[in-house]
């Protein structure tokens, strides 16, 4: 039904004749409240509409409407004023909707695309003066209404040129139509339009179109299962929807999904599916503008829960709630994208193909005379079934057929695909539990380099997850902090894909694993493990290493899996999360360290597995959460650990030897005036983990910052003016700033030089500290820029000199300036309707036995002088600290701290650690 003869539509002109009509003179400034008055009321009614539970492209359609109706009265506005002042009317002309407009499909903040149409003839000062009445009578009220406004004005001829030009021009045309004005100035212009369409070269736009999908993809990691998905140019987005119409049109001349059923490339019940998912996203994007109050399309995280309750989900539980709105997204996303892909491979819609690999060489010889195997054939590297019934014979080939897919580089035609969707059902208990389907599975998951595209095919197709329950229980699954960028199930196979690159040496980083997991009997095996290790989730966050144990046993008995392969997997299961916690929390410079995590890890084959696992689990949870100075870290841990597997008298006249070498090399370098005393002395007042950990020209820095701060001793009144040593420098392979400072020690020195960076407005990513036993401090701290990398600010390293030598030497507290600092931070920051910190605050104070130090770890969300309290605290109930490991990500600081009694090298008494532990805790819960 044609939108002017809907109930609607009548009632909107009902309601603008009673608003909207003005005596003759009225000026456009006093009909202003008139309009905004309308479109207040109106917006109330769609608002209402929207609350009620309408479908998503009904309230759209209903804002055009609406809009049409404004512009309509506009109009005939601006012609009675052109009558008026001007007389006869120069020439026809028509207003368009274009884009999304054209479309019908506006959400609130949307943008509204106008044409103004003009005849081919049209000139002379009359018809500018008409251009421009018609131009100001028009834009200048919608504009003052706050509507975002695009506009052109153009004859047919200008519409062709400006379509040769700009794609986009062409994409706006094909979905035109008139708001009103002339009718048949439209339709010569379409005709037009669609002669030129005919006579382009459709190859080239459909070119241009699948580059652009590629580069919109790959913006969201093409991934449609990102935890804060872009609603409209996200992969199975609304742009998805648009594009396979738009290249229809142009290659076929289809104007709807409806012709593709006719053309039997779409069959009807795939057609529904599309335009329910559609809708939903439509209504998604309507409430996702109301409650940003403009326009916007990422789904954030701290949104979800507000969007879904608004939505009428209702479930109690924030979580509960967040969940079951985000599986009817990515269900939706999931269905528009498979539909277009699909569409795109029977509509031969390809994008052009780059250079091919060997192995692909080497298969298309394979597949020159076609062949025919398993219940199907495969030609030109594209696999198809020999009849419909090829998984009703047997429906083990539901998991061959993938297998079959990977060993020869193969695709599956569309409508093999289908059946397939079509034959889930078939994986029944029986096949789950088939010793040759294991086979086959198996098979998959040990072609090495070439896992990860065949089980993110099975799984879009819905055949993983019903094949293995327990991962189809992680199928679009939020997953409730802060790290993960994706859910759990697109986290598990993006792990998958990382190896994948170990194992194809992608580069040189992805290389250096691979040569220490090649060392293992059997390196394969970590792709299993991968596979299962998030599969306690289902269960829940917590304790899901636990729980993934429990659930995988029976999986890995499932797939035949030996003993000794069992006992493995399941260690690295349980411990998945153990090596980055281990870098992360304890002093790696300490050699008692790596003691405890041999005696944890037991032997190197496991340790070779978690070190690999543990870079492939980071690498999977978002783009940016791996980076160099964690790989070192990760690194260390990996070698040093890999060590205690060797000879411990081996290993400690090792040490000797290096240290031994490293003190000739420096003391036959000669550095500056540093006499061989200083180094002699360098060398006999610091432990053997300083220069096991340190790199020669860091120790040659600390010597050159030593001999500077011995001199000031000259001309200093007290050990207390001297002032502290300072080296800052950026090291661009880190990414971040390094700065040293080298100073004699004193209560307090780590919290104050805490607060001292903290007001220059920088991030502390790590620290490394070590004392002489002349009391010299030799401290480290590597800081980055609040938005990541090196410190960018010029005035930081003046600001910190500056606070630092306040607290040192003028002994001026920095804690008021810090609240200050904070207090300006926190205007700033709107912390309304987000989703409660998945970390809740904690403190923990303990004994490790292994390591014989006493440790505090804390977890808080990160504000502005945290470790400046927390230190100064510590200090201040009589403990040093002698080692500290910084460590913020994504809004939670996660810090550990060794430390000692100020007073005495016993024990700390326990009442003393509990007593510290509660005060620490009033802090992080403030």
């Not at 999304?100 to 609130?108: D, M």
Request: with cysteine; proline share 3%; aromatic share 8%.
């Amino acid at each position: 039904m044609p939108i002017q003869d809907n109930s609607l539509f009548r009632r909107l002109h009902q309601h603008a004749q009673k608003r909207l009509i003005f005596d003759p003179g009225v000026s456009r400034s006093k009909q202003l409240p008139a309009y905004k008055r309308y479109v207040e009321l109106e917006n109330v009614m769609l608002e209402r509409m929207h609350r009620k539970g309408e479908s998503g492209l009904k309230v759209c359609q209903a804002r055009a409407a609406m809009i049409d109706v404004v512009i309509e009265n506009l109009f005939l506005a601006a012609l009675d004023l052109y009558t008026t002042e001007q007389g006869t009317l120069p020439c026809k002309m028509a207003i368009l909707a274009t884009g999304g407009y054209g479309r019908r499909e506006l959400n609130p903040h949307s943008d509204i695309d106008l044409m103004f149409l003009y005849p081919l003839k049209a000139g002379g000062k009359a018809f500018k003066k008409f251009q421009e009445i018609v131009a100001e009578e028009i834009l200048y009220p919608l504009w003052d209404l706050g509507l975002k406004v695009g506009h052109a004005s153009r004859n047919a001829k200008e519409v062709i040129d400006e379509c040769r030009k700009e794609i986009q021009s062409k994409n706006a045309i094909l979905e035109s139509r008139v708001i009103c004005g002339s009718e048949p100035l439209y339709k010569r212009m379409r005709s037009r339009f669609e002669e030129f369409v005919k006579s382009e070269n459709s190859e080239v736009y459909i070119q241009e179109r699948l580059e652009s999908e590629l580069l919109r993809h790959a913006k969201s990691g093409n991934t449609l299962y990102l935890q804060e998905p872009d609603i409209k140019n996200g992969v199975g987005g609304l742009r998805d929807y648009q594009n396979i119409l738009w290249m229809a049109h142009i290659k076929y001349g289809f104007r709807s999904f409806r012709d593709l059923v006719k053309a039997e490339l779409l069959r009807n019940d795939e057609r529904e599916a599309l335009i329910v998912a559609y809708d939903f996203l439509l209504r998604t994007r309507t409430e996702l503008h109301m409650q940003n109050r403009r326009p916007t399309d990422k789904l954030d995280l701290d949104q979800q829960p507000v969007i879904a309750e608004y939505l009428n989900y209702p479930q109690e539980d924030i979580f509960e709630r967040v969940e079951s709105f985000m599986k009817d997204y990515y269900t939706a996303a999931r269905t528009i994208y498979q539909s277009s892909e699909m569409l795109k491979g029977r509509m031969a819609l390809e994008t052009s193909t780059g250079r091919i690999s060997f192995r692909e060489a080497l298969r298309a010889r394979q597949n020159l005379l076609g062949r025919k195997m398993e219940g199907f054939q495969l030609y030109e590297k594209v696999l198809s079934a020999q009849n419909p019934n090829v998984f009703q014979d047997d429906p083990v080939r539901l998991i061959r057929i993938f297998r079959l897919a990977q060993q020869f580089g193969a695709k599956l035609d569309s409508d093999l695909r289908f059946l397939i969707t079509r034959s889930i059902p078939l994986i029944d208990h029986s096949i789950i539990n088939s010793a040759s389907a294991a086979k086959s599975f198996c098979s998959i998951l040990r072609s090495s380099g070439e896992v990860y595209p065949i089980l993110m095919q099975m799984h879009e197709m819905g055949v993983l997850g019903r094949y293995l329950p327990e991962f189809g229980e992680l199928t679009c699954m939020v997953q409730h902090e802060y790290y993960h960028r994706y859910t759990a199930d697109e986290h598990v196979l993006r792990t998958i894909r990382h190896l994948d690159r170990v194992f194809s040496k992608h580069d040189d980083e992805y290389g250096r694993y691979e040569k220490e997991l090649r060392k293992n009997d059997d390196p394969l095996l970590l792709y299993l493990i991968l596979l299962l290790h998030d599969i306690g989730k289902a269960e829940g966050m917590k304790n899901h290493d636990v729980a993934g144990v429990r659930i995988a046993q029976p999986i890995l008995n499932r797939f035949n899996i030996g003993r000794e392969q069992q006992e493995q997997i399941l260690f690295i299961i349980r411990n998945h999360l153990k090596m980055a916690r281990f870098w992360q929390r304890f002093d790696l410079d300490d050699p008692k360290t790596a003691v405890s995590f041999a005696k944890f890890v037991e032997d190197p084959h496991k340790l070779r597995l978690l070190y690999v696992h543990t870079y492939c689990d980071a690498r999977g949870t978002g783009p940016t959460l791996w980076n160099n100075h964690k790989d070192t870290l990760h690194r260390a841990l990996y070698v040093r650990t890999l060590e205690q597997f060797q000879d411990d008298e081996i290993i400690e006249q090792k040490r000797k030897d290096l240290i031994s070498m490293l003190h000739q090399e420096i003391l036959e370098k000669k550095i500056g005036d540093i006499s061989k005393e200083e180094v002699e002395a360098h060398f006999s007042l610091l432990p053997e983990r300083y220069f096991i950990n340190t790199d020669q020209e860091d120790i040659e820095l600390h010597l050159r910052m030593v001999n500077k701060l011995l001199t000031q001793i000259q001309t200093a009144y007290s050990m207390g003016t001297l002032a502290p040593i300072i080296h800052w420098h950026d090291d661009i392979d880190l990414g971040m700033t390094v700065v040293n400072v080298v100073t004699w020690d004193r209560a307090g020195l780590f919290y104050k030089l805490a607060g001292a960076l903290t007001l220059a407005g920088v991030n502390i990513v790590s620290t490394k500290a070590i004392t002489r036993k002349d009391h010299i401090s030799i401290d480290t701290f590597y800081i980055i820029d609040p938005g990541g990398g090196a410190v960018s600010n010029k005035k930081a390293r003046k600001v910190f000199e500056k606070r630092l030598e306040e607290a040192l030497i003028q002994e001026k507290e920095l804690m008021p300036a810090i609240d200050e600092r904070e207090a300006k931070i926190a205007e700033q920051r709107n912390d309304k309707d987000m989703l409660p910190a998945p970390f809740p605050p904690s403190v923990d104070v303990y004994h490790e036995l292994s390591l014989k130090q006493t440790i505090i770890e804390v977890q808080a969300s990160d504000q502005i002088g945290l470790l400046y309290r927390i230190s100064r605290l510590i200090t201040q109930m009589g403990f040093d600290i002698s080692f500290a490991r910084i460590a913020t990500e994504r809004g939670v600081a996660m810090d550990t701290f060794y430390i000692k009694n100020e007073k005495s090298e016993e024990d700390t008494h326990t009442s003393a650690l509990i007593e510290l532990r509660e005060e620490l805790d009033k802090i992080v819960k403030e």
